[in-house]
């Protein structure tokens, strides 16, 4: 009886290591997802100003730039260790990040869409002061030198 109990005890221990693992990697996704959409925040803010403002552009971050991958690798090193996450892939925590990252960003850029056409039927010209189109022209312009940032047409 002991040993029938020792091999079933050895056997879901085996059956529960894989999933303990992929478990493990998908909460480091999580947590590296959200942090890395809260330090995108201000693109957000930005985005949401160019639909007020009814430019036609759009920021986006480019997933697959080296800044952009420099820093999802370091923060899933980060947060891994403050996890004390061992056991995990880099590769995979971060495709599956990536997928994340972009459906959310998929998913506000659709809400702006929907705001960007209640403004302009309302307010063609947009809602902002010439002042504050030309600050956020610069601010758009100075991003997208940086190597993580692109922009695409409001209708892209």
Known sequence: ?????????????????????????SELADTVNSYMIESYNYVLNINLLIELCALERYLEVDTNSTSFNQKLH????????????????????????????????????????IADNFVRTQYPKG??????????????????????????DIDD
């Open 1 to 25: 009886m002991k040993i029938k109990i020792y091999w079933l005890v050895i056997a879901l221990g085996l059956i529960a290591a894989p999933n303990s693992k992929a478990n493990e990697q």
């Open 74 to 113: 370091a923060n899933i090193k980060r947060f891994a260790e403050l996890g004390k996450v061992n056991d995990y892939s880099a590769n995979k925590v971060a495709a599956e990040v990536e997928i994340k990252f972009n459906a959310f960003l998929q998913g506000v850029r659709y809400g702006g869409f």
């Open 127 to 152: 809602m902002c002061t010439p002042e504050i189109k030309k600050d956020l022209d610069s601010k758009i312009d100075e991003l997208i030198k940086k190597d993580e940032f692109k922009i695409s």
